[in-house]
């Protein structure tokens, strides 16, 4: 089992749509949550993370960690086709590196 | 503030010949760490340099090696290339990772592909 599992898609919505992006992980000693997003042929670009357990709002964008669960997820409201690119979710405990999952791909259709 | 920048762009090896890639780090930022990602996949990490010397290190191979400067630029060595090293190779500065470096700021990357 990989420590971060994520399902890599292609998820395609329509413009505006709420988009819903998950991971589960394996590790509880987890404690860094973190979301990127990689456009085509580019580096992850650092959107948000979360320290433990609870939410996260930046604009249209809102993290959720359950550490219960071990599942977090990445919100989108009113999603535009900007918002078109692969999302990465990235974990880490203390000083240790970042694990990532595959990513997914989301089109957001005009 | 500058951001973190690698060079080159772009890269086409031959199996068993030797490349170097490079990273400039962001300003202010004294770790760097250097991740693999082939296609389709997440990065995966390869090793972190803090203030010069090696801080971590994941699964690859020792010909895999790197190299910090005292400016805090970087370099990534692989030695004996295969083909299974075509990859976008990834570079990410932070602050002194038991601070503040939880924040990772990632490069553009150096597409590698080995033929």
């Known amino acids: 089992q990989k420590e971060v599992e994520q399902d890599p898609g292609p998820l395609s919505v329509p413009e505006g749509a709420i988009v819903s992006l998950n991971c589960t992980y394996s590790?509880?000693?987890?404690?860094?949550f973190m979301w990127y997003r990689q456009y085509s042929r580019k580096g992850p670009e650092l959107l948000m993370y979360t320290y433990s357990s609870g939410n996260k709002e930046d604009g249209r964008f809102t993290a959720q960690v359950d550490k219960s669960s071990k599942y977090i997820s990445l919100f989108i409201r009113d999603s535009q086709p900007s918002d078109s690119a692969t999302y990465l979710c990235?974990?880490?405990?203390?000083?240790?590196?970042?694990?990532f999952g595959k990513g997914t791909r989301l089109s957001v259709i005009a | 503030e500058t951001g973190v920048t690698q060079s080159p762009t772009h890269l086409i090896k031959t199996r068993g010949q030797q490349v170097t890639l490079r990273c400039s780090s962001q300003s202010g930022h004294n770790t760097v760490s250097w991740y693999q990602q082939a296609l389709g996949q997440g990065p995966q990490f390869i090793f972190q340099?803090?203030?010069?010397?090696?801080?971590g290190r994941g699964n690859f191979p020792p010909r895999f090696s790197g190299l910090q400067f005292p400016n805090y630029s970087s370099e990534l060595n692989v030695n004996a290339l295969e083909l299974d090293d075509s990859a976008l190779y990834l570079c990410?500065?932070?602050?002194?990772?038991?601070?503040?470096?939880?924040?990772?700021?990632f490069g553009p990357g150096t597409r590698l592909t080995v033929t």
């Open positions: 990410a500065s932070s602050l002194d990772p038991g601070t503040g470096g939880v924040e990772q700021y």
């Open positions: 340099y803090y203030r010069e010397e090696e801080n």
């Open positions: 990235a974990m880490k405990r203390g000083n240790t590196p970042l694990v």
């Open positions: 590790n509880s000693a987890f404690q860094y």
